[in-house]
């Protein structure tokens, strides 16, 4: 799905990041479209459900050149590729990557589901690895992939972060880490919640949870603050 010169963008905005080992830095957003899952309870449908969105509308096919013009002219410390999934779209994306100063900090968030090219290996700082638990509705042939998640992992720049929803979740979360053999210094559990109300309800179990089992948990500051509204 990826091509040479040309991203499929869902949007580029600046806001601050709200999950993960960098809650709260200043950053630059480009939300690739496309994914490869279907989660139940994603909270970016608008960057692959053609069924309730439209695609002319939502997708926009542009030129590296003018993604790297648009990320040169902010202030943003920190540049974020979220999507949908990054990795559909390698090759354009280690073509931006490479107009980038090797001093500013690039973010990935992915689903794990499929291996970084070597040329993003290289470049990447931080990857944000968020592979699914049951609780997405998806089988686990389709989000599970060990060989990707190990090839995430070899990087040493990578975080697992593991959406909890419910307390059940967490047999499935641990089980993941221990067969991963994922160093528990870098997995963060993070509440389910697309507002604020849910959030305020999930994140005291998933913080007793992370207390339990000596992890991390990931603030969704975005939610805290904008409670999903889109953008910002």
Same mark, same amino acid.
């Given at each position: @799905? ?15 990041? &709200? ?17 490869? #899952? ?29 993604? $790297? ?13 979220? &999507? &949908? /999934?990054?990795? #559909? ?19 990935? /968030? ?9 040329? #993003? ?34 990087? /040493? ?12 979740? @967490? ?18 559990? @993070?509440?389910? $919640? $697309? ?9 005291? @179990?998933? #913080?007793?949870?992370? /207390? ?15 409670? &999903?509204?889109?953008?910002?």
């Amino acid at each position: @799905m990826s091509e040479r010169g040309v991203l499929r963008i869902s949007e580029i905005f600046e806001s601050i990041q &709200g999950e993960g080992v960098s809650a709260g830095s200043p950053s630059i957003f480009v939300r690739l479209a496309s994914c490869n #899952l279907r989660c139940a309870w994603c909270d970016t449908r608008y960057t692959w459900d053609w069924a309730a969105y439209e695609y002319e509308k939502e997708v926009h096919r542009v030129e590296v050149s003018a993604v $790297a013009d648009r990320l040169a002219a902010s202030a943003a410390p920190h540049v974020v590729i979220t &999507g &949908g /999934e990054p990795l #559909l779209q390698q090759t354009a994306l280690a073509e931006l990557l490479s107009r980038l100063p090797a001093a500013r900090h690039v973010e990935v /968030e992915t689903n794990g589901t499929i291996a970084p090219i070597v040329e #993003l290996v290289r470049r990447v700082d931080q990857w944000n690895v968020s592979p699914k638990l049951a609780n997405s509705g998806e089988p686990r042939d389709r989000r599970i992939f060990p060989e990707s998640l190990a090839a995430l992992l070899g990087t /040493e720049r990578a975080w697992l972060k593991l959406v909890i929803a419910s307390t059940t979740d @967490m047999d499935e979360a641990r089980a993941l880490v221990e067969e991963l053999a994922w160093p528990l210094e870098r997995v963060l559990l @993070m509440p389910e $919640a $697309a507002s604020r109300e849910a959030l305020a309800d999930r994140q005291p @179990m998933v #913080l007793r949870l992370a /207390e339990a089992h000596g992890l991390r948990v990931s603030p969704r500051l975005h939610v805290e603050r904008w409670s &999903g509204q889109r953008g910002v």
